[in-house]
């Protein structure tokens, strides 16, 4: 059984600083990983999509890798700003016929 | 960019009653889910649908049900609510055969929730 660890679960930063949050899984077969967004109370935002031939994926000043290998993708934030604070959810396919399993997200705080 | 939608968004019920939980989306995208979100507990799979007729439980399905009326549309059914079914409810779309311009496949898209309290 899939399943997805994201550690730390909660991130304290200043403004400006780059920052990498990681995502772990266990089985390496995956189709494909989703990063997201989610702001207390609302609905989760698609950041980026890695499919399982992919390295990386980027957006603007979002980078996000994955190493099927060794199970894990990171998320890396390039200069931060407070309002980049939200929780930060990684999402794993295993095939493209069963639903994602996601990891219960790291809480990001960019303090300005 | 086309919507994913959820109605009500708040809720109020009590203990006992029959509450429905509607998502419509306008991606024209085959798949969709329900999700329940609860703090420490991310989120959980509760039904999830890849075409009309099709209907698949989740992990935690027991308490649930739910109705594909059409591509478009998607309904959670609580039959008889209590008051540890109090969350945070998401619909989600997806679609395995579209990649939009510079997307790629089977990414999947939220609704904007529903907060449901069982009194």
């Known amino acids: 059984k899939q399943e997805v660890t994201q550690i730390p679960a909660a991130l304290s930063v200043p403004e400006g600083e780059n920052l990498v949050l990681n995502c772990s899984f266990t089985?390496?077969?995956?189709?494909?990983l989703q990063w997201f967004r989610q702001d207390p109370g609302k609905g989760l935002t698609s950041l980026l999509l890695?499919?399982?031939?992919?390295r990386e994926q980027t957006s603007g000043r979002l980078n996000a890798s994955l190493d099927k290998s060794s199970g894990r993708s990171t998320l890396y934030i390039a200069a931060s700003q407070p309002g980049d604070s939200a929780t930060y959810l990684c999402a794993v396919r295993n095939s493209g016929n069963t639903p994602l399993v996601f990891g219960k997200g790291t809480r990001l705080s960019v303090i300005a | 960019d086309a919507d994913v939608t959820q109605t009500p968004r708040n809720r109020i019920t009590k203990t006992g009653k029959r509450i429905m939980l509607e998502c419509s989306q306008t991606k024209g995208h085959d798949r969709m889910y329900w999700y329940r979100q609860d703090p420490g507990l991310g989120l959980r799979l509760i039904y999830y649908s890849f075409d009309v007729k099709d209907i698949n439980k989740g992990e935690i399905s027991d308490g649930y049900s739910v109705s594909r009326q059409a591509q478009a549309k998607f309904s959670l059914s609580l039959e008889s609510a209590i008051p540890n079914q109090t969350a945070l409810y998401f619909c989600?779309?997806?679609?395995?055969?579209?990649?939009?311009?510079?997307?790629?496949?089977?990414?999947?898209?939220f609704g904007p929730g529903t907060r449901l309290t069982v009194l």
């Open positions: 989600a779309t997806s679609d395995p055969g579209r990649a939009i311009e510079g997307r790629s496949y089977n990414e999947q898209f």
């Open positions: 089985d390496s077969a995956i189709y494909n």
């Open positions: 890695i499919q399982s031939s992919q």
